[in-house]
Nanobody, 126 residues
Framework: QVQLVESGGGLVQAGGSLRLSCAASGRTFSSYAMGWFRQAPGKEREFVAAVSWSGALTYYADALKGRFTISRDNAKNTVYLQMNSLKPEDTAVYYC???????????????????WGQGTQVTVSS
């Protein structure tokens, strides 16, 4: 089992950057594929980015490619989301998620993840 705690959210002006962190408890973090999702008010939760448990494979929502970068440090039990050139439409609660899998690949659907953090608010002002 793994527990996830996000941090790094906040208020930023359009065009700015933020780096979110997700710290995981437990000794088997390197066995979990990780993902970031976001949910804006009145909207469904949407996929942002994912990384395989080795970190070798990454995958992004098409609309976010080039602006967001996911990475992980298995020695620190942490996954990151670097967000650049932020836009007001990026405003949402951002969640990290973990999926325990044998295969070193990524996952983009919420139902594929068994563990979720509490979320961190990102607000981008225009």
């Amino acid at each position: 089992q793994v527990q996830l705690v996000e941090s790094g959210g906040g208020l930023v002006q359009a065009g700015g950057s933020l780096r979110l962190s997700c710290a995981a408890s437990g000794r088997t973090f390197s066995s979990y594929a990780m993902g970031w999702f976001r949910q804006a008010p009145g909207k469904e939760r949407e996929f942002v980015a994912a990384v395989s448990w080795s970190g070798a494979l990454t995958y992004y929502a098409d609309a976010l490619k080039g602006r967001f970068t996911i990475s992980r440090d298995n020695a620190k039990n942490t996954v990151y989301l670097q967000m650049n050139s932020l836009k007001p439409e990026d405003t949402a609660v951002y969640y990290c998620a973990a999926a325990l899998r044998l295969k070193d690949t990524y996952y983009s659907r919420p139902g594929e993840y068994g563990y979720w953090g509490q979320g961190t608010q990102v607000t981008v002002s225009s």
